[in-house]
């Protein structure tokens, strides 16, 4: 796990966006996160814990990909 610090302004999916290159990723964050969850915007400042990057991304990939798929995925 990594601390992330907000910039004013940010949202939970523009974090993961900005971190993992995925939107859809702020889930993961937001669990790691959860006393912060009544935030929508976040003012500057606010520190947030990430969850391992290499970890993560190598976990979004669907146990029903085809074998190729998985491979493409987690080599990016």
Known sequence: MSI?????GQTW????YEVFGDEYMCDRI???????LNIF???????????????????????DYPAWRAMLNASS
């Open 4 to 8: 992330y610090t907000t910039i004013q």
């Open 30 to 36: 937001m669990d790691l996160n959860r006393d912060k």
């Open 13 to 16: 999916d523009q974090i993961a």
């Open 41 to 63: 915007v976040f003012p500057a400042g606010v520190d947030i814990l990430l969850p391992d990057r290499e970890t993560t991304l190598k976990q979004t990939v669907p146990s």
